[in-house]
């Protein structure tokens, strides 16, 4: 990816001895970045992305009108589910779409301190990921988030559930559960540096402390959920800049 030497990835020349801020200098003398990340403002798997891309400072946003764009044949082309996110690199032709699969990648090729360790330690990361997704993201769809969500979009795919407050306890525990095994020791979901699981987390929670939900569906986040979205906003201002500009906005 070159850097002061050639080398394929981050990675690699971290390992042949460049620095991470060598890396990161090089990317940021370049005039066009090499990754494009397709995101929508109302997507929180791909604020996820887009906040990573930003951190690795490796890719120029674009934004995809969820009113039909990602299912035409040009975004097909970059991700076959026609859904956001999606990647692509002219360093290599590289087209993704999966938010987690995007996300190690933007960290392996560009920025490797967000998805640091052994294979052990990214065993975690990656849990905590799945975990976020399969027992706390996707629990939004029926509950208390996207309800809220659709009805400011037009959209009725998520009705408001029968009993909000059921909804709102069970969104709860989901969190309960999920902090409980993630954030306990912090500050960040690994310990004391960002990572691609909080890349990956944070959007939603920020999402979830915002007036519009509280007003319409009167569910209040746990308190530990609430300090860790301002600790990761507070650590890396690009995020919180991102968040509030899209997320913020739509939601206050
Ligand atoms: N498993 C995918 C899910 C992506 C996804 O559900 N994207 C939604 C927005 S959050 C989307 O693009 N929806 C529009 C559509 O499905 O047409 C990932 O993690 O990237």
């Not at 990340?37 to 990573?52: D, E, H, L, V």
């Not at 990648?105 to 640091?116: D, G, I, R």
């Not at 308190?223 to 991102?242: F, H």
Request: aromatic share 10%; net charge negative; with cysteine.
């Amino acid at each position: 990816m070159g850097s002061g030497a050639s080398h394929e990835s981050a990675t690699a020349a971290v390992a042949a001895g460049v620095s991470e801020d060598e890396v990161a200098a090089h990317l940021a003398s370049l005039d066009k970045k090499p990754c494009t990340i397709y995101y929508s403002p109302f997507s929180n798997n791909s604020m996820g992305a887009a906040m990573t891309a930003t951190a690795c400072g490796c890719a120029e946003l674009k934004l995809v009108d969820l009113a039909g764009e990602q299912k035409s044949d040009a975004y097909l082309a970059i991700n076959p589910y026609g859904q956001v996110p999606g990647l692509t690199d002219d360093s290599n032709g590289l087209k993704l779409g999966e938010s987690h699969a995007i996300l190690r990648y933007l960290a392996t090729q560009y920025k490797p301190s967000l998805y640091p360790g052994n294979p052990a330690s990214r065993a975690r990361i990656d849990m905590c990921m799945d975990n976020f997704t399969n027992y706390v993201f996707l629990k939004c769809y029926n509950g208390s988030i996207n309800c809220v969500i659709g009805e400011l979009l037009g959209l009725d795919a998520w009705p408001y559930p029968a009993d909000q407050a059921a909804a709102n306890a069970e969104f709860v525990a989901a969190l309960d559960k999920w902090a409980g095994l993630y954030l306990a020791s912090g500050p960040f979901v690994c310990g004391e540096e960002l990572t691609i699981a909080d890349y990956r987390a944070v959007g939603l929670l920020y999402t979830i402390m915002q007036p519009k939900i509280k007003e319409k569906t009167g569910f209040v986040p746990p308190d530990n959920v609430a300090s860790y979205v301002s600790a990761v906003l507070a650590k890396d201002p690009a995020a919180a800049v991102l968040l509030t500009e899209n997320t913020g906005k739509f939601l206050a």
